[in-house]
């Protein structure tokens, strides 16, 4: 290629400062400048302009986009060194001016001068050339020297860095695989708080609907025992006056004691399983008893029949009287022994048992232990008790029933205070003195007036029941449904948790990638900034080299000027990222942060639970 020609000199020509183009940096549009003068260039203009245009072409480039040209560099090179090298030696050691040879040299301008050319140079520090060339020679050299060791420097940065970016990019994956596992651990927690969360909602749900069932059991029971009770009253209103009062003050005593009681929801208790006692022979047996007969006339054999039955009547009044009051059973209760008492005294038994035993409870009849909650109604034995008050005793047990059992007389006299029939015998005796005793026809009216009242009262307490028993049944439909939405809610909850804990990554990664771009972008910028100077340092050490080996003028053209660049130049050291003083992810403490969530839940849904008794 012919350097010597105009258009190679012009392609190696800054089109600002026209001269031989110094560290060339080309722009987009691939016109090249001057460093210095496309720097210069670029700053005069508007500070708010983030673009600026080519002097040549007028396409917009960005200042920080300029790019340093190799090639055109090593193209300069060449063209200096052939252009120093040409065929023309002679007219380049004879002065340009007056064609005399270089004897002088001026200090002030550093350069060569000749003898005629001093007068130009008045007043200038100048030495002849000889003298000088030594001199130069070492500043020279000590210049080649800190430049060499500026260039060792400058390698051994670019070394440094290329071995950051390296462990940056390991730094930066060893962070991404840190996040990750983050929220990683952290949707495994969710998971488990998830579960955990379902399973009491669970717990809750059978917890809570065992417990409604046991208060609809209590309320069935509750209004059974009173629909019992309203028969038993009803009975006694349609009854004859002596039936009536037979036992009228034990069953207004019953109304007046019964109280209905409210079901609450309490946890559910393991309770003994229930036995249904071996009942079946007795009923059987019973059943056979009571059959009616077709009517006919009464012959001796039915009338032995009649008073066989009359017999074992008897023997089941035995089987189904109670062992603490000896009357007949009302509302039986069973043990796990299988012997079975009136609710009523088994109760008051129970009650004097936790006085003088210390809360041991013992059976009446054989002393074995018992839980009072394992007291079950024995409908078996109800059905037979009511079976044998409505069941009629032969004539002869019918006509003693009036006489007192003590005195043989008529029972005509109703005791209020013990509430039996007595004779005028018994009136007047130690045990019911100072009583008050009416005749029977005297205190029907009264008692029928109680029995109604009494009627009335359970009537109203069996409505109240099955209020009660409609509010559980509307209260088991609500907590479904409550359970059911709070299940809803639950999973809701940790969707959007995970939903945030997706987002959240997303932004640490994001946060990550934009951190690693901007470090890994410094570090390319500071390479770029070291190429340049090694580049500067090259031509530099190149340039003191070239004269060092050359002839004198050459080592003395412009020697002030190459020993002043040489003398400024400083290696800039590039920007480094400090990995200590970067942001690092922390992982959130989840685990603690859904504690207090819970625990504020918890405070939230026992001021709303649904605590209240039915």
Request: with cysteine; glycine share 4%.
């Amino acid at each position: 290629m012919d350097f010597s020609s105009q258009e190679s000199i012009k392609e190696v020509t800054c089109p600002i400062c026209q001269e031989l183009l110094r560290e060339p940096m080309s722009l987009d549009c691939g016109h090249s400048f001057c460093e210095e003068c496309i720097t210069t260039y670029s700053e005069s203009g508007s500070p708010q302009d983030l673009e600026c245009c080519c002097p040549v072409c007028q396409s917009r480039y960005q200042p920080w986009n300029l790019q340093f040209n190799w090639q055109l560099a090593e193209r300069v090179k060449k063209f200096r060194e052939v252009d120093m090298n040409s065929h023309q030696p002679r007219r380049r050691d004879l002065c340009e001016h007056h064609g005399e040879n270089y004897d002088i040299f001026c200090k002030d301008d550093g350069k060569a001068i000749c003898r005629l050319c001093v007068q130009e140079h008045q007043g200038h520090q100048m030495s002849p050339i000889m003298e000088v060339v030594k001199e130069c020679q070492e500043k020279l050299q000590e210049a080649l020297k800190k430049l060499s060791q500026e260039q060792q420097e400058a390698e051994q940065l670019e070394a440094d860095i290329n071995e950051e970016r390296a462990t940056w990019k390991e730094h930066m994956q060893t962070e991404r695989e840190r996040i990750l596992q983050g929220f990683e651990q952290m949707r495994g927690i969710l998971d488990k708080e998830e579960q955990r969360e379902l399973q009491k909602l669970e717990e809750d749900d059978v917890n809570v609907l065992d417990n409604l069932t046991m208060a609809k059991d209590q309320m069935v029971q509750q209004k059974q025992y009173m629909s019992e009770l309203a028969s038993d009253l009803q009975r006694h209103m349609h009854e004859s006056t002596i039936d009536m009062l037979q036992d009228v003050i034990n069953s207004l005593r019953r109304c007046e004691i019964y109280t209905l009681k409210k079901p609450k929801i309490v946890s559910n208790k393991p309770k003994s399983a229930f036995r249904v006692p071996d009942l079946s022979g007795m009923l059987q047996k019973f059943k056979e008893i009571c059959e009616p007969e077709e009517p006919h006339i009464r012959t001796d054999r039915s009338r032995g029949a009649a008073a066989m039955a009359s017999g074992i009547l008897v023997n089941m009044k035995e089987e189904v009287t109670c062992p603490i009051c000896l009357e007949l059973l009302r509302e039986p209760l069973s043990l796990d022994c299988e012997h079975t008492f009136c609710q009523a005294c088994i109760t008051a038994n129970y009650k004097e048992s936790i006085v003088s035993q210390e809360g041991q409870s013992s059976c009446p009849v054989c002393r074995i232990t018992y839980q009072p909650g394992n007291l079950r109604p024995n409908r078996h034995v109800a059905n037979i008790v009511e079976t044998l008050r409505e069941a009629k005793l032969s004539p002869e047990e019918e006509q003693k029933r009036d006489l007192c059992e003590r005195h043989g007389e008529k029972l005509l006299l109703f005791c209020k205070e013990d509430g039996k029939f007595i004779c005028w015998l018994c009136e007047r005796s130690q045990e019911h003195r100072g009583h008050h005793t009416f005749l029977m026809e005297e205190v029907a009216q009264e008692y029928k007036e109680k029995l109604q009242a009494a009627l009335n009262r359970l009537r109203a307490e069996q409505q109240k029941a099955e209020k009660l028993e409609a509010d559980i049944k509307e209260g088991r439909i609500s907590w479904k449904n409550q359970i059911q939405n709070d299940s809803q809610s639950v999973q809701e909850y940790f969707k959007k948790l995970r939903g945030f804990l997706n987002t959240e990554e997303q932004k640490e990664l994001q946060k990550l990638v934009k951190e690693e771009g901007d470090i890994l972008h410094d570090l390319e910028q500071s390479e770029r900034e070291l190429v340049q100077q090694s580049l500067v340092l090259r031509d530099l050490i190149s340039d003191l080299e070239h004269r060092l080996e050359g002839s004198m003028r050459k080592m003395l053209q412009d020697v002030n000027g190459i020993m002043e660049r040489s003398k400024t130049f400083t290696l800039k050291k590039p920007k480094t990222v400090s990995k200590e003083q970067r942001r690092v992810f922390q992982a959130p403490d989840l685990s603690e942060m859904l504690q207090a969530f819970n625990r504020s839940e918890s405070q939230h849904h026992h001021a709303t639970s649904v605590g209240e008794p039915f």
